[in-house]
């Protein structure tokens, strides 16, 4: 049942997770039909609830059942959710007897009938972070089996030629027995207690039903016996890596390659051969590497194949299944038992199916495939220098949650003047709705926000743009459905899931470091670096992406224990090699490949990333993510404690050249404008709290971050101030359990009132895009940005930012001054411009003449300046004028809308007819219909109450 579980409980936590309760219970009566009420009671003796968090005795039952097949799950019972269970699932507490009771009737519980099994576990109110028991599964009805030999929905090894014996017993009186060996019957017997038969001379692989009827009741029970195909040992062909290896002139082969080391054999198990290996089928083994090989044959081309590796260790660890039946570890599309029917079909069109009968992940296989068509084949990447980077989580950018509607909302990236978009984790993670670093399988895409194909259009159109693709890794650690995690693990439920064990070559038992998120990887070790290697190859080769930011690069040491946080943050030498290791990798496959560490440690190894072989050419020269939100979120709010925000240059943390990826906002940290309308400091009528003061502070924020030379982040929306906190929950509420993230709300499944509420349309939030769009404008086109910089009253509310290209001639724009007032009320600002003269209001192009470099400059609060000595390259005028107006989407589906009031628009095709027209009378929620017009390129005119014209494009999809 853990796998179904699963599919709840990574929604709500990534990390580490303690050792499952096993709880003493009973059911009263023991033998129940399902529409008697029953008794469940929880022995108390033996539950330490506080180490849930429970200090009231509150404990819920989550349930579940299946028919009676016990194939099929089905029901309805109210649980509630994970994070908080239903007070109708609460259980008694009984203080005399110390013990917990819950009396349901099975068929109004779970609201169904034909129930063969319940199943249910018990868990604090909320229970992220595993505060729940071990699952207990229950027989429903008078009339039970038991089979006694073998173990149900197990796999028994055997050598060919063995007898195999298959013993079962029934109550209630006597039943019929049906044996059936890969669909055949082979045994019958009828009017008996019990049962016994001996299947002799097995030579084969035997997938067995044992059908047992009483009456109207059915009951099946599975089990399977695996027949030693003594492995063949024959070198492997050249050339091969783990995993697929398609025939480059033969469609009709490929060749699988598996890892397996202390694995006795494989089979190859998939819809070539109805899932029913024979020792055909059966891997060879390398004798020199050690590896599992086969070659397939008779392949179809252009048709999807499945498959799972049937691995097998006769001799297994205690608690270990001698058999584990698993997807590849390289899969690069596998189709999901748990997950794919929430996937909709808009996302994901013709998505195989998942093959009936089966059980876990499969893996797709498809000879013939035509290559993706790219447009660009030589996208020149953004300098690191100049990069601005806009972080998306595809589920939570737009209602649609997937690739499409980034495609869609190009324009919005254009308009914004970013030249980079770094995707948070889309390798396949286990549920749907994930942030992703639960990650399962790093080579394979997950299908929730599309196709391979959507994804490299969306990366295509990107690189048409001028915009690099940066994606999130989560390579620290891999979650239980990880085939690497499977093939040697502790398992002592029997449910096909658990932890690693001590023999497992890729994975730590318990974590090197304090951190712990799902299963720890062991970077030491030579087949995680080979695995690592294989993840960093496919992405760069097969979807061109531009640059990896490496999620908890403090997890990548041996070094540490969980409980040691001063070792996890020290200076870790095996942990500054591997991770070297990865980026020479990674330059050497794209020597301009962006490699960004998510480290956030000490400056003494960030330094040593940071500077490592910046004297190449081209330069190299790891980014270090740099969390400034705690500054920045002071200034914001108008507070003058820790507001010091010179962490923000390279040269504050010892970098030689700018590799600090600064930001004020991202996915992990609250949202500055959620803090300004929950706790901004007040001055008279001057109030941050409010609205729409919290959002005129927003642009004065970018003008002191986004400037700063060096490669900067925004985390998505910030450029509209986004005000709902990071902890909203699906209904609106908002949940931080603080102090720690057990139990919040942070990775739900967010709103969207960006759109929704037309965000764009509205003036204050629409400034804020704008003027960012102007100052990164400015970065990425002034080689000014390139500079340095120093700031002077770093711990006031008075900013004070200087840069300066000393390579640049005077004649150019050469030397910024920029100045804010954070305070909430209006202060004379000192300047100590670098030198007297004309200067230049950047965002605006008006001039002031300074006769006194110190004299001091009154801004209101919230107020900024960005001074040069020279105006712009790009006049700001023309800036204003390409993007005054913005139509959303773009392309369009149904209808568009303008940011501004127009009295008037017009619609023409391209050859010049007029095709619609609208009177939106100065509405600027008004929505242009357009969807009965044909696909193609049009042109709108829009005329504002000025009369002033806009000549705009867009495409019809």
Not at 268 to 295: I, R
Not at 567 to 581: E, I, M, Q, S, W
Not at 786 to 811: E, Q
């Amino acid at each position: 049942m853990k796998k179904i579980i699963l599919l709840f409980f990574f929604l709500f936590s990534v990390f580490s997770f303690a050792q499952l309760k096993q709880v003493t219970w009973s059911v009263s009566p023991s033998t129940f039909e399902e529409t008697t009420p029953i008794t469940i009671t929880i022995n108390g003796n033996n539950l330490d609830e506080s180490s849930w968090g429970v200090t009231d005795n509150s404990l819920y039952l989550w349930a579940w059942a299946f028919d009676t097949n016990d194939t099929t799950q089905k029901g309805t019972p109210n649980n509630g959710s994970w994070e908080a269970s239903s007070e109708a699932s609460k259980f008694t507490y009984n203080a005399g007897s110390d013990t917990y009771t819950k009396t349901i009737t099975p068929t109004v519980y779970y609201n169904t009938t034909g129930i063969g099994k319940i199943g249910f576990l018990i868990k604090a109110k909320n229970g992220t972070g595993d505060k729940k028991s071990q699952d207990i599964l229950v027989e429903v009805g008078s009339f039970q089996v038991t089979l006694t030999s073998p173990t149900e929905n197990s796999a028994t090894i055997i050598g060919s030629g063995s007898n195999f014996n298959i013993a079962a017993t029934n109550t209630n009186g006597v039943a019929s027995y049906t044996l059936k060996a890969n669909g055949t019957t082979i045994d019958a017997n009828a009017s008996t207690s019990g049962y016994s038969y001996t299947a002799t001379n097995v030579t084969a692989n035997q997938n067995y039903e044992l059908v047992v009827v009483q009456g109207t009741v059915t009951i099946s029970k599975k089990f399977s016996v695996i027949v030693n195909p003594n492995t063949v040992s024959e070198a492997m062909p050249a050339g091969l890596v783990d995993g697929i290896n398609y025939n480059a002139t033969d469609a009709t082969k490929a060749t699988l390659v598996l890892d397996a080391p202390l694995k006795d054999f494989v089979y190859v198990a998939g819809s070539f051969n109805s899932w029913q290996p024979t020792p055909t089928h059966a891997m060879k083994k390398d004798p020199v590497s050690g590896k599992f090989w086969l070659e397939l044959n008779g392949l179809v081309s252009g048709v999807n194949n499945t498959y799972q590796y049937w691995v097998v260790d006769a001799t297994p660890l205690a608690n270990s299944p001698s058999m584990v039946k698993t997807a590849d570890p390289y899969s690069t599309l596998v189709l999901s038992p748990y997950d794919d029917s929430s996937i909709p079909a808009a996302s994901y069109p013709n998505m195989p199916a998942y093959p009936a009968g089966q059980n876990f992940e499969v893996t797709v296989l498809k000879t013939g495939q035509t290559p993706y068509n790219w447009q660009v084949t030589n996208f020149t990447k953004p300098e690191k220098d100049k990069l601005v980077v806009y972080e998306v989580l595809v589920r939570d950018f737009d209602a649609a949650r997937n690739y499409q509607s980034l495609i869609d909302r190009i324009s919005y990236f254009k308009t914004l003047k970013i030249n980079a978009i770094e995707l948070m984790p889309v390798m396949e993670f286990e549920g749907n709705e994930s942030w992703g670093y639960n990650t399962s399988f790093h080579m394979a895409l997950d299908k929730f926000y599309g196709t391979s194909d959507k994804l490299k259009e969306l990366i295509d159109l990107c690189h048409q743009n001028g915009i690099a693709v940066i994606l999130d890794v989560a390579l620290n650690h891999a979650f239980g459905r990880n085939p690497m995690v499977r093939m040697w693990m502790n398992d002592p439920d029997g449910d096909g899931f658990g932890s690693p064990t001590t023999e497992n070559p890729y994975f730590n038992t318990v974590a090197k470091h304090s951190y712990s998120v799902g299963e720890d990887f062991n970077h030491q070790s030579a087949r995680t670096q080979y695995y690592v290697d294989r993840v960093i190859k496919q992405w760069i080769e097969e979807y061109k992406i531009d640059g990896f930011r490496w999620d908890l690069t403090k997890g990548f040491t041996q070094e540490c224990t969980a409980a040691d946080e001063s070792c996890t943050n020290g200076y870790r030498p095996d942990r500054v090699a591997v991770l070297k290791k990865y980026a020479d990798y990674s330059w050497s496959l794209d020597p301009t490949h962006y490699t960004i560490f998510e480290h956030l440690g000490s400056d003494t190894e960030e330094q040593e990333w940071a500077n490592y072989r910046i004297t190449e050419t081209p330069s190299k020269g790891v980014m270090m993510w740099g969390k400034m939100t705690d500054q920045y979120s002071q200034l914001s709010m108008g507070y003058a404690t820790s507001n010091n925000i010179s962490r923000m240059m390279s040269s504050s943390r010892g970098f030689t050249t700018n590799r600090l990826m600064g930001y004020a906002e991202s996915h992990d940290e609250e949202r500055l404008m959620y803090k300004n309308v929950q706790y901004g400091n007040s001055a008279g009528t001057y109030n941050v709290k409010t609205l729409n003061t919290g959002l005129s502070r927003m642009s004065a924020i970018g003008a002191v971050s986004l400037l700063i030379p060096g490669p900067k982040m925004i985390w998505h929306f910030g450029e509209l101030g986004w005000d709902d906190s990071i902890f909203t929950c699906k209904d609106g509420s908002v949940n931080d359990a603080s102090p720690t993230l057990s139990g919040d709300c942070k990775l739900d499944t967010k709103p969207q009132p960006q759109w929704n509420e037309n965000w764009l349309g509205d003036t204050n939030r629409n400034k804020i895009y704008y003027d960012w769009a102007k100052m990164i404008n400015l970065k990425v086109t002034e080689p000014v940005f390139l500079g340095t910089a120093t700031m002077a009253n770093a711990n006031t509310l008075m900013v004070n930012v200087k840069i300066t290209n000393s390579t640049l001639a005077s004649t150019q724009l050469k030397d910024v001054l920029i100045l804010a007032n954070f305070d909430v009320t209006a202060q004379n600002v000192p300047t100590g411009f670098q030198y007297t003269g004309t200067w230049y209001n950047l965002m605006d192009n008006t001039s002031i003449n300074v006769t006194d470099v110190n004299a001091t400059i009154n801004l209101g609060p919230g107020e900024y300046r960005i001074y040069g000595n020279k105006t712009a390259n790009l006049a700001i005028p023309e800036f204003e004028k390409e993007n005054s107006v913005n139509l959303y989407p773009n392309p369009v589906l149904h209808h568009f809308t303008l940011n501004i009031a127009t009295t008037k628009v017009q619609v023409y095709g391209m050859s010049g007819q007029l095709v619609k027209s609208f009177a939106p009378n100065g509405n600027t929620d008004f929505q242009f219909g357009v969807s009965e017009l044909k696909t193609g390129l049009y042109i709108v005119k829009a005329i504002d109450e000025n009369n002033k014209v806009q000549i705009m494009k867009f495409i019809k999809k």
